[in-house]
């Protein structure tokens, strides 16, 4: 475990942890590393060398007042790659994460990636819009970012409680300790950072991006989804990459990670070995 400093100053945070094919995680928003314990654990025993930060403004990392947008999350990845002197990395995204991974992997330097991976991702872009009609309104996000500033502490206990992990569904099995270590890792970042990314994950146009990728790419995401609903996602991202595979999940939420990794963890080691 160590840091980095890029270009601007800040700090990022990573641990980096065994030998063999690299794999990068990035996490959601406000999260942090540690929401891939479980799929680090898990690759660690299958042989691969397991990598994964905190975005600039989460975790442990520089509270960054500037640069939480994805152009400069992508670039902090990049510094990242070449401190490690990553190659032929698997890169895997969730959520916000996904959105990282699409813009960095879109603008890598040959040989840094081999494939990657999308969960529950926010591309191809989550906001509505003449373009994207089935997007979530603005003031969705206007909502979040009332609510970040009104309470901060208590919006991370509501998120966790209800529609990331689905469990505010009829019979949802509740885990105390995934809300509790989501509210943990989120009040670890920056608020600044927060609210800015807000925006980076709901506004930027992932589209480009998308179709520039020419690694292949699997698309991972659950029917289930109340924080990036299925339907404006992972179905339109399979359709602008070059070499996409989409696997849907009846009935999972957008957590799935946390929730249900005995199903997600060996549909991610099939297709990095496939």
Known sequence: ??????KDGTEIFYKDWGAGQPIVFHHGWPLSADDWDN????????????????????GRSTQTATGNEM????????ELAEALDLKEAVHIGHSTGGGEVAHYVARAEPGRVAK??????????????DKNPGGLPIEVFDGFRAALVANRA???IDVPSGPFYGFNRPGAKISQGLIENWWRQGMMGGAKAHYDCIKAFSETDFTEDLKEIDVPVLVMHGDDDQVVPYADS?????KLLKRGTLKTYEGLPHGLCGTHPEIVNPD??????G
């Open 1 to 6: 475990m160590g840091f980095i400093t890029t």
């Open 39 to 58: 799929q680090m654990l898990f690759f660690l025993e299958n042989g691969y060398r397991v990598i994964a930060h905190d975005r600039r403004g989460h």
């Open 71 to 78: 152009d400069t999350y992508a670039a902090d990845v990049a």
């Open 116 to 129: 990657a991976v999308l969960i529950g991702a926010v591309p191809p872009i989550m906001v509505k819009s």
């Open 154 to 156: 208590q919006f991370y």
């Open 234 to 238: 992972a179905p339109l991202s399979v």
């Open 268 to 273: 991610l080691l099939a297709f990095i070995k």
